[in-house]
T-cell receptor, first 110, second 117 residues
């Protein structure tokens, strides 16, 4: 099993839809969790951290399930500008390393 | 906060030449910087982890003599692609481990697009 695993997609959704991505990790010692967004031919940018209690930032909600070792990202009322690749990142374990998932591609269509 | 710059943004060079890419953390000190490579439509690939004042740790399959990394200060790391070949053409992205507000994570530079002719 890969250290951090994501469905590569693409997820094709209409504007205004709600879409959710999951990401699983296999190191129970992981301590910090993040979602990044990467646009085509650009660098990844931090979207939000993921806290144990779950956290929300506008239309975006991130949740962590330590027992099942997965994190999720929910996007409500999708906009065309949400089209991007969403990277799941897990930090912790030996050496406090960062492990990136390969990303989930989202396409929001009019 | 947590701004990372990278220079140059784009470079075209002839096969056999060396190219140096700079990565700077502008508003924070980064004891650890990372270098990634990304080919079109593929995911990020970590090349090496660079710690200030010590030798970089390279990922399996990355040639340390070809990709020279220097992290001489807390705000600057450089990657030199030596004797570049067309297969080295790629998008090279650095990141720095820093703290912005209360979030301790990696912050990425804008990347360098390398084309080797």
């Amino acid at each position: 099993r890969k250290e951090v695993e994501q469905d590569p997609g693409p997820f094709n959704v209409p504007e205004g839809a709600t879409v959710a991505f999951n990401c699983t990790y296999n190191n129970s010692a992981s301590q910090s969790f993040f979602w990044y967004r990467q646009d085509c031919r650009k660098e990844p940018k931090l979207l939000m951290s993921v806290y144990s209690s779950g956290n929300e930032d506008g239309r975006f909600t991130a949740q962590l399930n330590r027992a099942s070792q997965y994190i999720s990202l929910l996007i409500r009322d999708s906009k065309l500008s949400d089209s991007a690749t969403y990277l799941c990142v897990v930090k912790g374990g030996q050496g406090f390393s960062f492990i990136f998932g390969k990303g989930t591609r989202l396409l929001v269509k009019p | 906060g947590a701004v990372v710059s990278q220079h140059p943004s784009r470079v075209i060079c002839k096969s056999g030449t060396s190219v140096k890419i700079e990565c700077r953390s502008l508003d924070f000190q980064a004891t650890t910087m990372f270098w990634y490579r990304q080919f079109p439509k593929q995911s990020l690939m970590l090349m090496a982890t660079s710690n200030e004042g010590s030798k970089a740790t390279y990922e399996q399959g990355v040639e340390k003599d070809k990709f020279l990394i220097n992290h001489a200060s807390l705000t600057l790391s450089t990657l030199t692609v030596t004797s570049a070949h067309p297969e080295d053409s790629s998008f090279y992205i650095c990141s720095a481990n820093g703290l912005a507000g209360s979030i301790d994570t990696q912050y990425f530079g804008p990347g360098t697009r390398l084309t080797v002719l």
